[in-house]
């Protein structure tokens, strides 16, 4: 046992996706505090986890909070630049700890102090601006548009790989994400699976398959629905989001 002081940093809660969930389990774990950019209105974070959200005001009301809250589901440029430029300052209170776990990619924007162990755990390095790169620029039909858009995913590999080199060590929940690190940032990082908790066997069902995730189309659960249309077996899709009704 160590006296160490830990803490969360993960960089915002629009909702409750996979990177929540695991934010609010470290926090419960490690009996860690979390900080955060801002916890979007309507999002319920459990009453058992003390959650400090660093600029609140700034993203939930006036005309700054309307504009940054414009398409938020990871699609906002305005507030995906926004966040990463208050998250290299963060607050004062977060140079009090002596080690920083962050969650999610913009996390690794915040500028440590000297003392401070930063150990990220990604979830993966950013996919539009490495393996999905051309595929999100062959989306793009107007020329003018894809220029721009290919200038500003050039000059976020830059900020994103320069901030690589706060993190002290990465963590990846998989061989595959473990590659990904080693592939775009050459950094090596320890697999740590996610645990997999319940009793997940019913004797009296003939058992079937469940997908859990948010309905939007970057999480592509059509495939998996499409998949399944020739196969003699069942399909349980659980979760919620602006493409539910379509797969319905």
């Keep these: 046992m160590t006296d160490e002081s830990v803490a969360i940093l993960h960089d915002r809660f629009p909702g409750i996706g996979g990177g929540e969930t695991f934010a609010i389990e470290a926090a419960r774990v490690l009996d860690a505090p979390i900080y955060t950019m801002y916890v979007a209105e309507g999002t319920e974070v459990p009453p058992d986890i003390d959650v400090y959200s660093i600029r609140q005001e700034k993203y939930t009301s006036g ?21 990463a430029i208050d998250i290299t300052q963060g607050t ?18 915040f500028v440590p102090a000297t003392h401070q162990r930063i150990v990220h755990y990604p979830h993966s390095p950013p996919r539009w601006l490495y393996d999905l790169f051309r595929d999100r620029m062959d989306r793009v039909d107007y020329p003018g548009i894809a220029f721009a858009a290919r200038a500003y995913a050039k000059l976020w590999r830059a900020l994103d790989k320069e901030a690589v080199d706060y993190v002290d060590t990465f963590v990846a929940n998989s061989e595959l994400i473990r590659d990904r690190v080693q592939r775009y940032y050459d950094r090596d990082a320890e697999v740590v699976y996610p645990p997999v908790t319940g009793n997940w066997r019913n004797e009296g ?25 020739g196969l003699d077996e069942r399909l349980i899709v659980a979760g919620d989001g602006e493409h539910r009704e379509k797969l319905e």
Excluded: C, H
């Design 205 to 229: 069902d003939e058992g079937y398959f469940l997908t859990w995730s948010r309905l939007d189309k970057e999480k592509r659960m059509d495939l998996i629905v499409e998949a399944f249309q």
């Design 92 to 109: 004062s209170e977060l140079e009090t700890y002596d080690i920083l776990l962050e969650s999610a990619p913009l996390s690794k924007y």
């Design 63 to 83: 005309v700054s909070g309307q504009l940054l809250e414009w398409r938020n589901s990871g699609m906002n440029p305005f507030e995906t630049t926004s966040v």
